[in-house]
């Protein structure tokens, strides 16, 4: 049982990154799928949900206009369109099934191992 991400790496200011996040052993379909993000130093923080029927999307502030979480429930993936990038983006960016929101447990749900995202 598996979340990977990828798609990371090193962009320059104003670039665009796709990560994704292959599950296996577990379902993506009709889970509350999310991306957060940490930065040294700094406390996890969530970036993007989706809900169960993908009827609710909630973004954070930061990132609302820039980034988009979307999933393909065929292929068992979910993915954030990150465009316009900063360098506070900067961040290890981990995928998520199970969480909604910016409330977040470690010892709950499923998470990715995470993948490097930095913006120069």
């Known amino acids: 049982v598996q979340l990977v991400e990828s798609g990371g790496g090193s962009v320059q200011t104003g670039g665009s990154l796709r990560l994704s996040c292959e599950a296996s052993?577990?379902?993506?379909?009709?889970?509350?799928m999310g991306w957060f993000r940490q930065a040294p130093g700094r406390e996890r923080e969530a970036v993007a949900s989706?809900?169960?029927?993908?009827?609710?999307?909630d973004y954070a502030d930061s990132v609302k206009g820039r980034f988009t979480i979307s999933r393909d429930n065929t292929k068992n993936m979910l993915y954030l369109q990150m465009n316009s990038l900063k360098p506070e983006d900067t961040a290890v960016y981990y995928c998520?099934?199970?969480?909604?929101?910016?409330?977040?447990?470690?010892?709950?749900?499923?998470w990715g191992q995470g993948t490097q995202v930095t913006v120069s």
């Open positions: 989706i809900s169960t029927d993908d009827g609710i999307i």
């Open positions: 998520v099934r199970d969480h909604f929101g910016s409330n977040y447990d470690l010892n709950f749900g499923y």
């Open positions: 052993g577990v379902t993506v379909n009709g889970k509350c």
